[in-house]
Protein backbone atom coordinates (compact mmCIF):
# COMPACT_ATOMS: atom_id res chain seq x y z
CA UNK A 1 0.00 0.00 0.00
CA UNK A 2 1.84 3.59 -0.52
CA UNK A 3 1.21 6.34 1.75
CA UNK A 4 -1.52 8.14 -0.32
CA UNK A 5 -3.85 5.31 -0.54
CA UNK A 6 -3.25 5.08 3.62
CA UNK A 7 -3.75 8.77 3.45
CA UNK A 8 -7.04 8.21 1.39
CA UNK A 9 -8.28 5.56 3.62
CA UNK A 10 -7.57 7.37 6.86
CA UNK A 11 -9.49 10.76 5.74
CA UNK A 12 -12.44 8.24 4.22
CA UNK A 13 -12.86 6.77 7.80
CA UNK A 14 -12.36 9.78 9.62
CA UNK A 15 -15.53 11.42 7.30
CA UNK A 16 -17.19 8.22 8.00
CA UNK A 17 -16.82 8.55 11.59
CA UNK A 18 -17.50 12.12 11.75
CA UNK A 19 -20.56 11.74 9.66
CA UNK A 20 -22.05 9.10 12.12
CA UNK A 21 -21.56 11.14 15.26
CA UNK A 22 -23.08 13.65 13.44
CA UNK A 23 -26.36 11.62 12.44
CA UNK A 24 -25.80 10.23 16.12
CA UNK A 25 -25.98 14.17 17.74
CA UNK A 26 -28.44 14.74 15.44
CA UNK A 27 -30.94 11.75 16.21
CA UNK A 28 -30.26 12.49 20.33
CA UNK A 29 -31.04 16.06 19.64
CA UNK A 30 -34.77 15.24 17.82
CA UNK A 31 -35.16 12.77 20.42
CA UNK A 32 -34.55 15.77 22.68
CA UNK A 33 -36.58 18.11 21.04
CA UNK A 34 -39.81 15.81 20.60
CA UNK A 35 -39.48 14.29 24.35
CA UNK A 36 -39.65 18.20 25.10
CA UNK A 37 -42.63 18.99 22.75
CA UNK A 38 -44.21 15.83 24.23
CA UNK A 39 -44.18 17.84 28.09
CA UNK A 40 -45.23 20.71 26.38
CA UNK A 41 -48.59 19.53 24.54
CA UNK A 42 -48.85 17.50 28.01
CA UNK A 43 -48.87 20.53 29.60
CA UNK A 44 -51.14 21.82 27.35
CA UNK A 45 -53.16 19.55 27.76
CA UNK A 46 -53.77 19.48 31.42
CA UNK A 47 -54.60 23.10 31.14
CA UNK A 48 -56.94 22.83 28.87
CA UNK A 49 -58.51 19.94 30.60
CA UNK A 50 -58.82 22.42 33.54
CA UNK A 51 -60.16 24.98 31.92
CA UNK A 52 -62.86 22.83 30.11
CA UNK A 53 -63.44 21.17 33.22
CA UNK A 54 -64.01 24.85 35.35
CA UNK A 55 -66.12 25.29 32.27
CA UNK A 56 -68.80 22.50 32.58
CA UNK A 57 -69.33 23.19 35.94
CA UNK A 58 -69.91 26.81 35.19
CA UNK A 59 -72.38 25.88 32.78
CA UNK A 60 -74.04 22.89 34.73
CA UNK A 61 -74.59 25.70 37.66
CA UNK A 62 -76.59 27.89 34.82
CA UNK A 63 -78.23 24.94 33.78
CA UNK A 64 -79.35 24.20 37.54
CA UNK A 65 -80.31 27.81 38.13
CA UNK A 66 -82.39 27.88 34.80
CA UNK A 67 -84.29 24.45 36.16
CA UNK A 68 -84.93 26.21 39.29
CA UNK A 69 -86.50 29.45 37.57
CA UNK A 70 -88.66 27.27 34.93
CA UNK A 71 -89.33 24.94 38.36
CA UNK A 72 -90.53 28.28 39.70
CA UNK A 73 -92.55 29.29 36.52
CA UNK A 74 -94.32 26.25 36.72
CA UNK A 75 -95.46 26.55 39.87
CA UNK A 76 -97.05 29.93 39.31
CA UNK A 77 -98.51 28.35 36.08
CA UNK A 78 -99.96 25.42 38.46
CA UNK A 79 -101.14 28.48 41.12
CA UNK A 80 -102.78 30.29 37.82
CA UNK A 81 -104.57 27.50 36.54
CA UNK A 82 -106.01 26.41 39.71
CA UNK A 83 -107.21 30.73 40.19
CA UNK A 84 -109.01 29.96 36.91
CA UNK A 85 -110.68 27.06 37.68
CA UNK A 86 -112.08 28.78 40.53
CA UNK A 87 -112.71 31.88 38.46
CA UNK A 88 -114.49 29.69 35.86
CA UNK A 89 -116.86 27.66 38.49
CA UNK A 90 -117.68 31.21 40.24
CA UNK A 91 -118.72 32.38 36.39
CA UNK A 92 -120.77 29.49 35.88
CA UNK A 93 -122.95 29.76 38.68
CA UNK A 94 -123.71 33.23 37.58
CA UNK A 95 -124.34 32.27 34.52
CA UNK A 96 -126.79 29.81 35.66
CA UNK A 97 -128.59 32.64 37.98
CA UNK A 98 -128.72 34.91 35.14
CA UNK A 99 -130.59 32.22 33.08
CA UNK A 100 -132.62 31.85 35.76
CA UNK A 101 -133.04 35.68 36.41
CA UNK A 102 -133.98 35.74 32.58
CA UNK A 103 -136.11 33.45 33.01
CA UNK A 104 -138.09 34.51 35.92
CA UNK A 105 -138.12 38.14 34.28
CA UNK A 106 -139.59 36.61 30.77
CA UNK A 107 -142.69 35.10 32.80
CA UNK A 108 -143.30 38.07 34.80
CA UNK A 109 -143.16 40.22 31.28
CA UNK A 110 -145.33 37.47 29.81
CA UNK A 111 -148.15 37.32 32.70
CA UNK A 112 -147.95 41.45 32.51
CA UNK A 113 -148.75 41.80 28.88
CA UNK A 114 -151.54 38.89 29.23
CA UNK A 115 -153.08 41.15 32.16
CA UNK A 116 -152.52 44.19 30.23
CA UNK A 117 -154.41 42.21 27.23
CA UNK A 118 -156.99 40.92 28.94
Do not use: C, H, N, Y
Not at 19 to 30: D, H
Amino acid sequence: MTPELIGIITVGVALGAVALTSVGLMFSAMKWLADRVDKQFAASEARVDKRFSDFEARVDKRFDAVDKRFDAVDRRFDEVDKRFEVIEGRLSALEQRVARLEGVLDGLREALFQRAAS
